[in-house]
């Protein structure tokens, strides 16, 4: 538990807090593979932290849920940019939560491994690469090379470019607040492997 955003129980929320709390546990989120609730009924991983700011928090986890349930990209590809973002930027609950999100949509254990290392994987399609290889630049900050940009361009479009730069900028945002908040993955449940311990 973060001493800079205790955790929160859902008794004890002001009617802006209960009202994002709900959009939250009640949304597609709550069905998926990662924990996203305490067994006490606070939140987990960022939702805890959104509560804090609850004006702010109900567009960061609309644009979260727009991102991974209402976009266009493969789901494949979304949770295989999302672990390269957690991978790069050493984000343990994201690991923990997209790496287990990764594995239902198809993505193996040796492509996990490899994407950890901060490699793209050997058995990633051309249209993976280009959005991986675009991740990569996005997150390094320093520019994107016309060759990356228009390979991703020949792959997506300008819907998809779009939609990636927002994924990445929106996973690069939550990684920020898990590590402002010293969120870890959940104790009861083993990370992957590696450095997200």
Not at 2 to 23: I, V
Not at 188 to 194: L, Q, S, V, W
Request: glycine fraction near 8%.
């Amino acid at each position: 538990m973060s001493s800079t955003f205790p955790l929160l129980a859902p008794d004890g929320l002001a009617a802006d807090q209960q009202d994002l709390y709900e959009k939250i546990t009640a949304g597609p989120r709550a069905n998926g593979p990662f924990r996203i609730m305490h067994d006490d009924g606070s939140l987990a991983g960022p939702f805890n932290a959104l509560l804090f700011a609850p004006g702010i928090g109900n567009a960061v986890q609309e644009l979260g849920a727009a991102l991974r349930f209402k976009g266009e990209l493969p789901s494949r590809t979304r949770e295989l940019v999302i672990c390269a973002v957690a991978a790069a930027l050493n984000s343990e609950y994201e690991w923990y939560a997209h790496s287990r999100a990764a594995v239902v949509v198809g993505v193996s254990e040796e492509e996990l491994a490899q994407l950890e290392a901060g490699d793209v994987p050997a058995s990633a399609s051309e249209s993976e690469r280009a959005a991986l290889e675009l991740t990569r630049e996005l997150i390094a900050e320093a520019g994107v090379t016309d060759s990356v940009r228009a390979q991703a361009h020949t792959h997506f479009g300008p819907n998809g470019l779009t939609e990636l730069t927002v994924l990445v900028g929106y996973y690069r945002t939550l990684a920020g607040l898990l590590a402002v908040a010293d969120v870890r993955a959940p104790a009861d449940t083993a990370p992957e492997k590696g450095h997200h311990q």
